[in-house]
């Protein structure tokens, strides 16, 4: 999958919004990314059933380009997590 059109980063609205070739725009809380995210550290608390806490205050203070996604960086200082393209158009369209 190409990457986004745009990316933009509200701080303030603790929100990416992604805009995609087609003309989509779509939008994901920072908490969510977070708790969202897809390292394996996190992978595997999920497996086992822990249901990571993300304060709604965490806030995305860095992104950056992967090519075939984005390495995020919170505030709570996790940084380990590559969010994939594909991973994040998905997650931006799903309930939750």
Sequence with gaps: MDAPSGLRNSRSEG????????GEHQGISHARLRGACPCSQCKAARIRGAIPLVDEAVRLTAIHP???GVQLVFSDGHERGIYPWEYLRALAASPG
Excluded: N
């Design 66 to 68: 992967q090519g075939y």
């Design 15 to 22: 929100r990416l919004t992604l805009e995609w070739h087609d």
